[in-house]
């Protein structure tokens, strides 16, 4: 009975809550009764606010008024001392100027500038120098074949008189082209019609054959570059003249290049149509 009445405090201290495990020699604390502690929540940080500056305080500096005093002009005083100039003899004077003097006519011929010639002008001088031979794409027939100065008149400055009305002469690296086509074909064109008598007149080969160079027919050389000069340029050079050397040069190395003289006399009549002298008047 005493035992009994020993073990019911004992089972009612094991149920009790909150009783201690006796087998676990550490004490825990009682955690129903605890709460969880809200969670943190960190604030967002400030900016800092910048201050305006303070502006420095700018202390004005009295001005005095300056007041210019009037000088009086001052006389002028040269530099250098003054030299006294005697007066010289005195002579007889007209009082009417004289009249300018007027040069002749040549003069100003041979002075004024050289004039480039325009499209109609250059194709008309080819033709008449040619005899009868113009710039074409065919054999170079003046009345059937399509003269390419025409065609070409618009590249070369002519003026159509809707966008442009005067005619751009200057002497530009488009028309040095067009004018070196122009003469290789019609040069070849004239070689060809003499050497096969088909030309109505000569114009090659005036004072030399076909075959005549420097060394075998000098005089006659000569004699046809001063010839083909005075028709092309209308320049008369006697054929002792020292400006026939460079023509003769040119005719002698081309040949000699070539091992041909046609192609000698062909290769001056195209320096002769390029020069200057030619499309310039």
Known sequence: MMRRLLLIPCLAFLWAPGCADFGDTNTRPYEANQQEAPPTVEAPAEEPVEEPEEEPETTEIPTEEVIFEELPP????????????????????ALLPIDPV??????????????????????AAIERVSGGICWTDGTGDCE?????????????????????????????????KFLGDASRFVCNQIM??????????????????????????????????????????????????????????????SS??????????RNVCVALFSHPDFFTY
């Not at 001052?74 to 004077?93: K, N, R």
């Not at 007027?102 to 194709?123: F, G």
């Not at 070369?156 to 005067?166: A, C, E, F, I, N």
């Not at 000699?256 to 006399?265: E, H, K, R």
Request: proline letters at 8%; a negative charge; glycine letters at 4%.
């Open 144 to 176: 059937n074949d399509d003269r390419l100065f025409v065609e070409l008149a618009s590249s070369l400055g002519k003026p159509d008189y809707r966008t442009s009305t005067q005619e751009d002469l200057s002497p530009s690296a488009l028309f040095q």
């Open 256 to 265: 000699y290049v070539a091992n041909d003289p046609t192609l000698g006399w």
């Open 74 to 93: 001052q006389p002028y005083l040269p530099d250098t001392d003054v030299i006294e100039i005697a007066l010289g003899v005195l002579v007889d004077g």
């Open 192 to 253: 060809v019609r003499e050497l096969n008598g088909e030309a109505p007149e000569s114009i090659l080969f005036q004072h030399a054959s076909p075959t005549d160079t420097v060394e075998s027919n000098p005089q006659g050389v000569d004699e046809n570059l001063s010839a083909l000069i005075l028709r092309f340029h209308g320049r008369q050079i006697p054929v002792d003249s020292t400006r026939l050397e460079l023509w003769r040069w040119l005719f002698q190395t």
């Open 102 to 123: 007027v040069e002749p006519p040549e003069s100003e011929v041979l002075n004024r500038p050289r004039r480039r010639m325009d499209i109609d002008q250059l194709d």
